[in-house]
Every structure is written in C-alpha cells, then in structure tokens.
C-alpha cells in the first residue's frame, strides 16, 4: 500500500491567510461567527437545497476544511466526511421565530469543520433558511456573495439553468489590493497614521466576558422611511451611513453617562473591495479596514447638525485612502513573527473597538434567487460580541433596513438593547 507523502498533504492544505488568523485571535472578542437569515414567501425543496449547501462545500474546499493550529503558521486542512445533518438540517415548528433565534446564535467550529451549517425552519406556510460560517472563512461582504452562489446552485439543481456565480478560486490575501496600486500610492498608504483611537467608553452591560447567553435583538426600519432618509441625504450631501451613523451617536450620547468635554470615537467598517476592478475579489475571504468617526463632545442640538458633522468627518477620511491604515504593518507582523507570539500579544498588540458599527450593505434581490420561491425578507449580521465590546450592524434588502445588535448578555441586558435600538429608530423617525 502506498503511503500518502509530504506532496499528498500538502495538497489538501491552504495557506492561512492574516485576516484568517486575526478572526481566530478575535475569539477573544466575539464568536468570530457570520449570521443570516432568508424568509421565503412558501416551501422551498428541502432535498434541493441540501444538495446545493453540500455542493457549495465541494465547490468552496474551505468550507469542508478544518483549521489547524501551530507554533508558526496556520493552515487549513481537508475535513470530513461530514454526516448530512452537520452541515443541513430541518425543523418543523409552530413558533419559528424562536427557533430562528436559538439556531443563528450557534457557532461551527475552525478546528473540525465544517465552516459553514444550516438550517430549514418550516413554519405553518413558510420556510426560513438561516445560515451560520465562520467568519474566517470570509466577511460580510463575501458572505453575501456566498448567499447569492448558493441562491445560484439552488436554482441550477431545480431548473437546469445556470445561473449561480462561479466561484472563485484565487488570491485570499491583501497582496490584491496592492497589485492595483502603484509604488507612490503603497508608500502613502504605508505612512498612514492608525485609525484605532481608544476612549474606554463602554455601553452599559450587566454580563462580563462571555458569561451571557447570546442573542441578536433586531429593529427593522420599512422602505418608505428608508426612502426618506435617501432624499435627505441628497439634499444635504450626505449618505444613509452617515445619517444613521449620526443617530447611533445621538442614542450612544442619550444612554452613556459621558462626562463633561469628552468626545466618542465610533469605528466604523470599510469594505477594501472599493480598491479593487469592479470591487470584486479574487475569491472568498476576509477585505476589511476601518476608519474611526470621532464627534464631540458637541454632536449637535438636533439630528441634522450630527448629520452634518459626521458627513464632514466621513468625507474628509474618504480622501486618504479609508481602510487602510496599519493593513501593511499588519500584513508584515503576520508574515515575520510566529503566530505564537501574535497570539501571546493580541489585546495589546490588536485592539478591539469597545463601540464601533459595520454597515454589510445591501443584499441584492435579483441575486438572491431560490427557483420560483419568492424571498419575502434577508438579512446578515455579523460576530456576537463579548461584553463590554458592542457593536450596530445593518443591512437592507428590498427596501427595508435591519438594524442587528449581536451580543452575550443577561435578559436584562437584552432588554436594554432592544430599547436602544428603539432610541436609534427613534432619532432616524426625525428625518424618516
């Protein structure tokens, strides 16, 4: 019998790249876990869609690969087989409501795979498919072109049309931002200053660390009022993300006992496909920076003068190159030191946003097609922090808004969160 040799193994492994690794260290954060959920308008065919998510698997090795640690450099390896009910399961129930809350706060796991699980949950008409990955697998922006590849191999499976997006299999790392930059464009980027400032301010949690029980609390905002805010922001030239970025700051000064003169620094999240032809990626994976928004301590006596400060902060970062700063520090870090010793260091060596707001975007819904099953609703949301880490996340699909806080916390903590997000509707419910 012939033994499997070094050229064997290495076949079915796949270079761990930084943001990778940096997901993995950021378990000390949050559940580095990416959440969805797509509400149907009737049944989709079970059988089907179980087929697709498994050939979405074979199609995507990482998402049948385990993670594996060591002293220098990490590295996915080939997993499995896996049973059918690891990675797809079924469930029929007269509260489906519930039951989409107890699944999407469950996690894969990096070191025996699968990256990605689902679930089915019949209700008395409808089906809802939710969908957990890890989130070093990719980010929210790649996690919806998952969605959309998935939505594709689903319609191809039922009509024998093809229709799904190829996947591709290429560079996962930032070296493909850098290939479409120039040599005056990288040393630029390089000498970018962090855009990580530290306040210590913290929303106020009854749970510390990971004691909690997880949960994403929701608030969704109808099209109409998203259409509002849209022409407002036209009319005083600024986006939807700066407007709700400027009531998060408004309901964050309403809840938080700030003190006098102090100011609040909201990171914020920036997809780096925007430096990319056609903003497209070479494959699935990790493109993400950040800029920092600070306002204060004067944000304004009304929501539109916070608009206007937030627009001018947003705007004047929008001309350096936003997302960008420390990601070449970064990138070198992980390729010279042995990821031992970046895990030894990793609070102070990379710190995480107390406060911050990712906005994943828009699901687009000529993507997401399942067959002739009409998606009623979608929405994505991203890692449940750990206290005292707090983070809004939002995405929209036809029209409608929804706002996610995804956290580890006590009932009570729940409760106030779920208050909060009415306090953010509620400085939006101004303009919209």
């Not at 998510?53 to 074979?58: A, D, F, I, K, P």
């Not at 191809?156 to 049309?161: I, K, P």
């Given at each position: ?173 930032p070296k493909q931002i850098y290939r479409h930059m120039g040599m005056l464009d990288r040393m630029r980027v390089f000498l970018l200053p962090s855009a990580y400032q530290k ?234």
């Open positions: 019998m012939k033994r499997a040799g070094k050229s064997d193994a290495r076949a079915t492994r796949t270079r761990a790249e930084v943001w990778d690794q940096m997901q993995f260290l950021f378990q000390e954060y949050n559940d580095h876990q990416l959440h969805g959920a797509i509400s149907f308008g009737g049944r989709i065919d079970r059988d089907i869609i179980r087929k697709a998510v498994l050939l979405s698997m074979e199609k995507v090795p990482l998402l049948g690969s385990r993670f594996v640690v060591n002293k220098f450099r990490p590295h996915w390896e080939k997993a499995g087989p896996f049973r059918n009910e690891e990675v797809v399961s079924f469930v029929d129930t007269t509260n489906p409501a519930e039951e989409i809350d107890r699944f999407l706060v469950g996690m894969t796991n990096e070191l025996a795979g699968p990256q990605v699980t689902a679930r089915v949950i019949g209700g008395e008409t409808k089906d809802t498919l939710c969908i957990i990955m890890n989130h070093m697998v990719c980010d929210g922006s790649a996690f919806k072109e998952y969605l959309y590849f998935l939505a594709g191999l689903y319609t191809e499976l039922q009509t024998g049309q093809g229709s799904a997006s190829r996947y591709r299999d290429g560079d996962r790392s306040d210590g301010i913290v929303f106020p949690l009854r749970a510390e660390d990971r004691r909690g029980s997880p949960f994403i609390a929701r608030q969704t905002l109808i099209q109409e009022r998203f259409a509002a805010l849209r022409e407002y922001g036209t009319k005083h030239g600024a986006t939807v993300n700066d407007i709700i970025l400027a009531a998060y700051f408004r309901a964050l000064h309403r809840t938080l006992d700030l003190k006098q003169g102090e100011a609040l620094t909201i990171p914020c999240m920036v997809d780096l496909r925007r430096y990319l032809p056609s903003e497209t990626a070479d494959a699935f994976c990790n493109l993400t920076g950040n800029i920092a928004c600070r306002i204060g301590p004067d944000i304004g006596s009304d929501l539109g003068q916070t608009v206007a400060k937030v627009a001018a902060e947003t705007k004047a970062q929008k001309e350096h190159y936003p997302g960008l700063a420390g990601l070449s520090t970064l990138y070198a870090l992980f390729r010279l030191l042995p990821f031992s010793t970046l895990r030894k260091r990793m609070k102070e060596a990379f710190p995480n946003p107390l406060i911050g707001m990712t906005n994943i975007g828009i699901i687009d819904p000529q993507r997401l097609v399942f067959g002739k099953t009409e998606v009623e609703q979608a929405f994505v949301t991203g890692s449940i922090k750990f206290p005292p880490y707090f983070q809004l996340a939002l995405t929209s699909f036809k029209g409608v808004i929804t706002f996610t806080i995804a956290e580890y916390g006590t009932k009570e903590d729940r409760e106030r969160i779920e208050e909060f997000l009415r306090v953010v509707d509620g400085e939006l419910e101004r303009i919209g």
